[in-house]
């Protein structure tokens, strides 16, 4: 099992940048694939990035992609999604999600394939 904590959210004026950070605890982290999602409010959680185990393959939100970077450090137990450009529209709660999948170099993009969460952390963009 694994237990996922975010951070690094905040208020940032369109434009700006910032860096969220999702640590795990367990000593198996490098075999779980990660990813990020986000829920506006009145509206469904939604895909925005995801990384493999290894760090080689990378998934992106049309709406995301050019803007965000998912990394991971598999010696420090933490992931990574670094937001650039940022829109009101990037405006969310955004979560960390963990599944085990150490025998492909994959990472879901869905919802229901990931088996952990995180607490979510609130990211908010002013106009």
């Known amino acids: 099992q694994v237990q996922l904590v975010e951070s690094g959210g905040g208020l940032v004026q369109a434009g700006g940048s910032l860096r969220l950070s999702c640590a795990a605890s367990g000593r198996t982290f490098s075999s779980y694939a990660m990813g990020w999602f986000r829920q506006a409010p009145g509206k469904e959680r939604e895909f925005v990035a995801a990384?493999?185990?290894?760090?080689?393959?990378?998934y992106y939100a049309d709406s995301v992609k050019g803007r965000f970077t998912i990394s991971r450090d598999n010696a420090k137990n933490t992931v990574y999604l670094q937001m650039n450009s940022l829109k009101p529209e990037d405006t969310a709660v955004y979560y960390c999600?963990?599944?085990?999948?150490?025998?492909?170099?994959?990472?879901?993009?869905?919802?229901?394939?990931?088996?952990?969460w995180g607490q979510g952390t609130q990211v908010t963009v002013s106009s």
């Open positions: 990384i493999s185990w290894s760090g080689f393959s990378t």
């Open positions: 999600a963990a599944t085990e999948n150490y025998y492909s170099d994959y990472a879901p993009t869905v919802i229901h394939e990931y088996d952990y």
